[in-house]
């Protein structure tokens, strides 16, 4: 069973910055990807950004430009770097790694509160 610990959320105004952080109880030896999700209320869970083992990134359209993805492999983190957040970026924010031979695990989440 591997655990991830999302952690850096709270509360901001609109324009300001966050960054979360995930961290994983384990290393992945295999190829993997270590993504963030989003779930604002009475919404659909929704992609936001990931990254996998050669540091290859994809972002949701509506984050490109403001939201910056990274890892730290040695310490098993991946992090997410948001800025000139908005309203609508309101949501629980959950990390996500899916590992060669292995089940994909998720975090339980960090929420952000974007104030206008």
């Known amino acids: 069973q591997v655990h991830l610990v999302e952690s850096g959320g709270g509360s901001v105004q609109a324009g300001g910055s966050l960054r979360l952080s995930c961290v994983a109880s384990d290393t992945c030896s295999y190829f993997n990807t270590m993504g963030w999700y989003r779930q604002a209320p009475g919404k659909e869970r929704e992609f936001v950004s990931r990254i996998d083992s050669y540091d290859r990134t994809s972002y949701v359209d509506s984050v490109k430009g403001r939201f910056t993805i990274s890892q730290e492999n040695a310490k098993n983190t991946v992090y997410l770097q948001m800025n000139s957040l908005k309203p609508e970026d309101t949501a629980m924010y959950y990390c996500?790694?899916?590992?060669?031979?292995?089940?994909?695990?998720w975090g339980q989440g960090t929420q952000v509160t974007v104030s206008s």
């Open positions: 996500k790694r899916t590992c060669t031979w292995s089940p994909e695990y």
